[in-house]
């Protein structure tokens, strides 16, 4: 199907305006034509939530699919194919609550109003007493939606609704070498693990980062040809039509898109196109991918207009991918859409239910997400989870690129589903410990063990990170120390060598088309060192944590403010200048840049 390198180059691009920033004004230049979106090396890129009390808890939080309901997040529809007019922030007071005394709390920023986008409203993972509860069991998340979406806010001159934030997916947005990392068995990934010293802590703490990654093995780490073929495919691709979908942010960047997508396909593959508004149609029947000509024909008689009727459509879309299904080959759903389903849909558990029945049939389901001002967020990254896809956001051709060209394997060929891991953190090592992130992928330590339990998908090359904050045993942590100890939480320490672990790691993932999971492990010493010297992958990651987390307005994160992630963030990459062929560590540099001239509260 799919070339590794695309037919596109990149634009090259540069900026078009310059930020001004006094005591009394604000940032009001809009650049969202600029292409400070994605990026590539010839570019120069660029939940207020009332804080979450500390609570102990002897059971583990359960935040599995169906995930909980919506709640509403409102923004403003600006066409990212046009510097909108310049524009003032409107900025409410942070919601007061009490937290504790011993933590402080980053003052309120402004945020976008609210408008009609839907997103899930997630509230931060609690800290946790070890001795309480030890194990933290989690499903990865190789969604990339949230850090586009992010940095079109940050374009446009605004700082982006709280919920429209999620910590992981901008962790993971990123590509990671993991040249430390270690291939456990004959996984399809390789682990890296690291402990370093936390740098937001306060001055009375000494808490530390565990980071654990896992990087599909791609062709460089096998013994196959570097012109190793991806599967058959078999692309069916779900176009919305509706009258929501005309801004130039929407169906014309989506045209475009396929467009882009069209240059990849091979002969081999097969593609078919399916359209919804009020009714709907095969736009293209099931055809070859080399018939290109045939295939852009379609894309360019594609007109948004109607409203929409998302179910109909996709037991259409699903049975065009029966027609032309590929054994031992990708069959995927391409649902390319702003998630307006305002017609038709009586229950959305009975769609779910469709693509968690189809996905048990070997066909799968991706959504991309265009545009602003009805962007349902949260139903996207449902259906893409409930159908072992990837949810991702178009704001420029030139992230459609990164999507459908640079990381067309890791988007469409899966080496490993339901990914699950697990962590038991030593209490005679660690008194305390958060998860940073993945609110909406915790699981019960129970489901662990259960493949009836679903979880994420590792695509081919894809690297994802899990960053744990952690106490260690006499230092000052949330909690006070009790006078009474329970018994029963008292854990005895078989040995020498298991004192001398911080915890240990446990994975779970089955084969693309197994049903039985495999099991990795391995401990995690208790050896931990400085920020300053640790691989260029954590510290990348850890700039990126702070600044997802300062931008929910975290109140794990203390005193850290989004220069601390730039400065951060241009280290490692003096270190490791290899580690940004495609620019886009030096984008997330520009993008923490724009957060803090739009902070009015620094």
């Not at 013994?223 to 929501?244: H, R, T």
């Not at 589903?417 to 697990?422: A, S, Y």
């Given at each position: 199907m799919l070339s590794a390198s695309s037919v596109y180059p990149s634009s090259a691009l540069s900026r078009a305006c310059t930020y001004h920033l006094t005591k009394h004004t604000l940032l009001l230049g809009i650049i969202a034509s600029v292409g400070l979106s994605a990026c590539s090396s010839q570019q120069t890129v660029s939940k207020q939530i009332a804080p979450k009390p500390m609570v102990e808890t002897s059971s583990s939080t359960t935040m599995k699919k169906p995930r909980r309901a919506v709640a509403v997040s409102n923004t403003s529809l600006v066409s990212e194919m046009r510097a909108p007019d310049p524009f003032i922030i409107l900025r409410s007071p942070a919601s007061p609550s009490s937290i504790s005394p011993s933590m402080v709390r980053p003052e309120p920023i402004g945020i976008t109003p609210e408008a009609n986008d839907n997103y899930q409203k997630n509230e931060a993972n609690p800290v946790h007493r070890t001795t309480d509860m030890a194990v933290s069991t989690l499903s990865i998340d190789t969604d990339t939606g949230s850090y586009a979406n992010v940095r079109r806010y940050l374009n446009e001159g605004q700082l982006p609704p709280v919920n429209a934030v999620r910590v992981e997916e901008l962790i993971n947005y990123f590509n990671y070498q993991f040249d430390d990392g270690k291939r456990l068995g004959n996984a399809p990934f390789v682990v890296a693990t690291e402990v370093v010293d936390s740098p937001w802590d306060r001055a009375d703490q000494d808490?530390?980062?565990?980071?654990?990654?896992?990087?599909?093995?791609?062709?460089?780490?096998?013994?196959?040809?570097?012109?190793?073929?991806?599967?058959?495919?078999?692309?069916?691709?779900?176009?919305?039509?509706?009258?929501?979908?005309?801004?130039?942010?929407?169906?014309?960047?989506?045209?475009?898109?396929?467009?882009?997508?069209?240059?990849?396909?091979?002969?081999?593959?097969?593609?078919?196109?399916?359209?919804?508004?009020?009714?709907?149609?095969?736009?293209?029947?099931?055809?070859?991918?080399?018939?290109?000509?045939?295939?852009?024909?379609?894309?360019?008689?594609?007109?948004a207009s109607g409203s929409t009727n998302g179910e109909d459509a996709l037991k259409l879309a699903y049975r065009q991918a029966e027609q032309a299904m590929k054994k031992d080959g990708i069959n995927r759903i391409m649902m390319l859409t702003d998630g307006d389903f305002n017609v038709g849909i009586s229950d959305v558990d009975d769609m779910l239910d469709l693509v968690k029945s189809n996905r048990e049939r070997g066909i799968s389901l991706s959504t991309v997400g265009f545009g602003r001002g009805n962007l349902n967020d949260h139903m996207m990254e449902q259906m893409a989870d409930n159908g072992n896809g990837n949810y991702s956001y178009i704001d420029s051709l030139t992230e459609a690129k990164k999507v459908f060209g640079d990381e067309l394997a890791a988007t469409f060929n899966t080496v490993a589903?339901?990914?699950?891991?697990?962590i038991e953190f030593n209490p005679d090592v660690v008194s305390e410990w958060r998860l940073i992130g993945y609110e909406n992928r915790v699981l019960?330590?129970?489901?662990?063990?259960?493949?009836?339990?679903?979880?994420?998908?590792?695509?081919?090359?894809?690297?994802?990170?899990?960053?744990?904050?952690?106490?260690?045993?006499?230092?000052?942590?949330?909690?006070s120390d009790r006078r009474y100890t329970d018994s029963n939480a008292t854990v005895k320490v078989n040995s020498k060598q298991q004192a001398n672990e911080l915890g240990y790691l446990k994975i779970r993932y089955k084969a693309p088309t197994g049903d039985t999971s495999k099991l990795l492990s391995q401990p995690i010493n208790n050896d931990s060192h400085s920020l300053d010297k640790a691989n260029a992958d954590t510290q990348f990651a850890m700039a990126v944590a702070g600044f997802g987390q300062r931008l929910t307005q975290s109140e794990y994160i203390n005193e850290w403010q989004y220069n601390d992630s730039t400065k951060l963030a241009t280290s490692s990459l003096a270190r490791q200048l290899s580690s940004d062929k495609d620019g886009t560590r030096r984008n997330f540099v520009t993008l923490t840049e724009l957060a803090s001239a739009l902070d009015s509260t620094k």
């Open positions: 808490n530390k980062i565990v980071k654990v990654g896992i990087k599909a093995v791609d062709n460089s780490w096998s013994n196959k040809s570097a012109n190793q073929a991806m599967p058959a495919a078999n692309l069916v691709i779900l176009v919305d039509v509706s009258g929501s979908m005309s801004s130039r942010d929407k169906l014309p960047l989506a045209q475009s898109s396929l467009k882009l997508l069209t240059e990849q396909m091979r002969a081999q593959d097969s593609i078919s196109i399916v359209t919804y508004s009020g009714s709907t149609s095969v736009a293209l029947p099931v055809t070859s991918g080399d018939q290109k000509a045939k295939i852009l024909t379609a894309i360019e008689g594609l007109n589903k339901d990914v699950k891991v697990q019960n330590e129970q489901d662990f063990n259960n493949d009836k339990v679903d979880a994420g998908e590792l695509g081919a090359g894809k690297a994802v990170i899990a960053l744990f904050e952690v106490t260690p045993k006499g230092q000052k942590g949330l909690y």
